[in-house]
């Protein structure tokens, strides 16, 4: 076994010996099922006839079609779900500087940058591993309760797995962006804070005030949530939307692209602050 594939092992015995991850993987999956159910039952219960649209104060104007809104429903893994992943990748990082595990592990493998590249892949496959846990509820209720209304929630189409698949690499990509940002931002409380509020409140502010013109819409599509939605192929932002703007996204492996830059982005410059100092 190379030192590399060792580093790697050791990761993985790191994530799996602490409650980190299945705290987050418990709380996220009740989150997103709480919401893709709620909304699945809304929406296809009006678009059943179930519920009159009057009953809950709207029209059917605004209202996605039925056609779209088993994705919208599926998307919600991802535009929703994305913060744990991140929150993953970065707790598992700043908690080696606060718990000062950083000292054994550069004294056992000393090349720092394989360490590094180590926890980044541990930390991806343990975000494709929260991504399947986020289509199990998006996914398994959405579905669920849009099949309870008598309508086809479209699993039989390629284009509804083809999402599936782009929203587990999606939340793998996430994960490694939390990598970089821990890397970053060693401080375990001012990296979860960052997390919280960019994700929670500066972007969603962010991209809903670039829809309202061509060029400000054409730069909010390069904010990282946006570039997720892109790579998923769907998001229920575009509900929010003004008139529909949102629905200009990038292509999907443009995207992916530019997702996979914020993870690099961070990832380099964080191990060029923070992971080359001396550690006691």
Sequence with gaps: MTSFSRAIGAEFAKI?????WWILAAVMFGYIALL?????ALFAGIESGAISPDAVGSGSQGLP???SLPPLIYSFASSIGYVFPVLLGALATTGEFRHQTLTPT??????RGQVLGAKTIALFVMGAVLGVVALLASVGVGALVIG???LDPLLGESATWALIGRTVLAMAVWATIGVGLGVLVPSQVASIVIV???TQFVEPLLRFASLFTEVTQGIGNYLPGAASDAL???SFFTLAAPGGTAAAMLEWWQGG???LAYAIAATVIGYMVSWKRDVT
Excluded: H
């Excluded at 799996?16 to 980190?20: A, L, S, W, Y």
């Excluded at 893709?36 to 699945?40: K, P, T």
């Excluded at 550069?106 to 090349?111: G, I, Q, S, Y």
């Design 16 to 20: 799996g010996t602490t409650r980190m």
């Design 36 to 40: 893709a159910g709620g909304l699945s």
């Design 65 to 67: 079609s039925f056609g």
């Design 106 to 111: 550069f004294l056992a493998n000393p090349r």
């Design 148 to 150: 309870a209304f008598g």
């Design 196 to 198: 919280l509020a960019f």
């Design 232 to 234: 998923v192929g769907a």
């Design 257 to 259: 692209l530019v997702l």
